[in-house]
């Protein structure tokens, strides 16, 4: 199995956790202030590119 097709499994089984996970955070994040909304989101929305840019890079054997 090349590279590329492991990254692929492992980052799309990452991702479905990931979201999985901030989906189910989210529903409690909701009944907070908005600030606490607005920083939740910002974060959660920009986390998933860190471990995904690192699995693309050694998917291209770099």
């Not at 959660?44 to 690192?54: E, I, L, R």
Request: aromatic share 12%; net charge positive.
């Amino acid at each position: 199995m090349s590279r590329a097709s492991i990254a692929t499994l492992v980052g799309l089984a990452g991702f479905l956790a990931y979201v999985i996970a901030v989906v189910t955070l989210a529903d409690h994040v909701l009944q907070m202030h908005w600030a606490v909304q607005a920083l939740f989101f910002l974060v959660a929305g920009t986390v998933w590119a860190f471990p995904a840019s690192k699995l693309i890079l050694w998917a291209g054997g770099k």
